[in-house]
C-alpha cells in the first residue's frame, strides 16, 4: 500500500521540482530525442552556388573555362564565385576590366605554370587542334600544348584568329587562297621560318602594305626569309609602321614572352604592364633592333 501511494506521488514529484527549478533559474529543461525548440532558427546554408540568372551574363559573353581558371587563379575565388564576378562586373560594364585582369592573369599563370587548360575548356575541339597541327606541321599533342602556351603568351583574341586561319589553310579555302604551291602541298616550312623568326605584329603590318590575307603574307615573309631576305622584308616592315592608316599592333602579337618583359620591367625600373605597352611602341616605332639590345643588356644584369 504503501509502495503504492509513493508511485503516484513520483509524477507530482516530477512536476513540482520541474516547476522549482525553473523559478529558481535552473538549467534548460530536457529536450527528448526527436524534438526542437521552436525558437531555434533553421540552420543557414553556407557557400550557397550562384543562381542561373546571377551567372547569365558570364554565360551569354566569350569567357571561355579557361579563362575562369586564370582569372579564378588571379583573383583567388573558385569556380562559380569567379563565374559570379565575372557576370557582376559585365553587368556593371566593367567587361574590359575583366580582359584586363585576363591579361594580368595570364602573365601570373606564365610564371607560377598554374592553371593548365585543356583544348576543351579553351573553347576548341580535337578538330581545331588537328588543324593546327596540320597547318604548324605539329603532331596532335604538341599542338595542344602550342595553343595553351599561345593563348598565354599571345592572348585568347590571337589564338581564335590562328585557329581560324589553320582551318582554312587546311581545308576550308582553295589552294591559291590557302598559299598553296604547284604540288598542292602547303608551305610548312615557310610557315615555320615565319614563326622562327618573324611575329603578328610584322604580318599585319606587311598584309597591309602587301593587300592580302595573313596566312598569304605569313608564308611569303617565311620564304623571303628563307631566301636571305630578311634585311629587305625589315625595311618594308618599318616603312609600314608610318603608312597611312597602318594596323595597330598589341605586346600579344610580338614574339616576345612573359619573362622578356619581366626582365626589361627590372631592367627599365617600370611595371610589367607598363614595359609591355613601351616594348609595343618601340616596334612600332621601328626600334625593334634598339629593344632587342635593350632586352639582352637586361638579361645579363
Known amino acids: 500500500m504503501l509502495f503504492k501511494s509513493r508511485?503516484?506521488?513520483?509524477?507530482?514529484?516530477?512536476?513540482?521540482?520541474?516547476?522549482?527549478?525553473?523559478?529558481?533559474?535552473?538549467?534548460?529543461?530536457?529536450?527528448?530525442?526527436?524534438?526542437?525548440?521552436?525558437?531555434?532558427?533553421?540552420?543557414?546554408?553556407q557557400g550557397a552556388l550562384p543562381t542561373a540568372d546571377e551567372l547569365a551574363a558570364y554565360t551569354n559573353s566569350s569567357f571561355t573555362m579557361c579563362d575562369v581558371k586564370v582569372l579564378g587563379a588571379y583573383w583567388g575565388s573558385l569556380e562559380y564565385d569567379t563565374k559570379e564576378t565575372i557576370s557582376s562586373k559585365i553587368?556593371?560594364?566593367?567587361?574590359?576590366?575583366?580582359?584586363?585582369?585576363?591579361?594580368?592573369?595570364?602573365?601570373?599563370a606564365l610564371s607560377t605554370g598554374?592553371?593548365?587548360?585543356?583544348?576543351?575548356?579553351?573553347?576548341?575541339?580535337?578538330?581545331?587542334?588537328?588543324?593546327?597541327?596540320?597547318?604548324w606541321n605539329y603532331d596532335l599533342s604538341e599542338a595542344k600544348s602550342a595553343m595553351f602556351n599561345k593563348y598565354l603568351n599571345q592572348g585568347k583574341d590571337w589564338l581564335a584568329e590562328e585557329v581560324a586561319r589553320s582551318r582554312s589553310a587546311t581545308g576550308h579555302m582553295t589552294a591559291a587562297e590557302a598559299g598553296e604551291d604547284d604540288d598542292g602541298e602547303l608551305p610548312?616550312?615557310?610557315?615555320?621560318?615565319?614563326?622562327?623568326?618573324?611575329?603578328?605584329?610584322?604580318?599585319?603590318?606587311?598584309?597591309?602594305?602587301?593587300?592580302?590575307?595573313?596566312?598569304?603574307?605569313?608564308?611569303?615573309?617565311?620564304?623571303?626569309?628563307?631566301?636571305?631576305?630578311?634585311?629587305?622584308?625589315?625595311?618594308?616592315?618599318?616603312?609600314?609602321?608610318?603608312t597611312e592608316s597602318a594596323p595597330e599592333c598589341s605586346w600579344s602579337d610580338l614574339s616576345y614572352?612573359?619573362?622578356?618583359?619581366?626582365?626589361?620591367?627590372?631592367?627599365?625600373?617600370?611595371?610589367?604592364?607598363?614595359?609591355?605597352?613601351?616594348?609595343?611602341?618601340?616596334?612600332?616605332?621601328?626600334?625593334?633592333?634598339?629593344?632587342n639590345e635593350e632586352l639582352q643588356r637586361a638579361q645579363t644584369m
Open 7 to 45: 508511485t503516484r506521488l513520483l509524477p507530482a514529484l516530477t512536476v513540482l521540482l520541474s516547476l522549482l527549478g525553473l523559478a529558481c533559474g535552473g538549467g534548460d529543461p530536457v529536450i527528448q530525442s526527436g524534438e526542437q525548440e521552436a525558437s531555434e532558427p533553421p540552420h543557414d546554408v
Open 91 to 108: 553587368l556593371a560594364g566593367g567587361e574590359p576590366l575583366v580582359g584586363v585582369a585576363l591579361d594580368e592573369g595570364r602573365s601570373k
Open 114 to 135: 598554374q592553371p593548365t587548360c585543356s583544348i576543351a575548356e579553351m573553347g576548341y575541339t580535337p578538330s581545331d587542334a588537328q588543324a593546327v597541327a596540320d597547318n
Open 188 to 242: 610548312d616550312a615557310g610557315i615555320e621560318a615565319f614563326w622562327d623568326q618573324s611575329d603578328m605584329c610584322e604580318a599585319r603590318m606587311l598584309a597591309h602594305i602587301w593587300n592580302q590575307g595573313l596566312y598569304e603574307t605569313k608564308v611569303q615573309i617565311g620564304e623571303k626569309l628563307l631566301a636571305d631576305m630578311g634585311e629587305a622584308v625589315r625595311s618594308q616592315v618599318n616603312a609600314s609602321y608610318f
Open 257 to 291: 614572352g612573359y619573362d622578356d618583359a619581366q626582365a626589361l620591367s627590372k631592367y627599365w625600373g617600370s611595371e610589367v604592364s607598363e614595359t609591355k605597352t613601351r616594348m609595343t611602341h618601340k616596334i612600332r616605332s621601328g626600334n625593334r633592333e634598339y629593344l
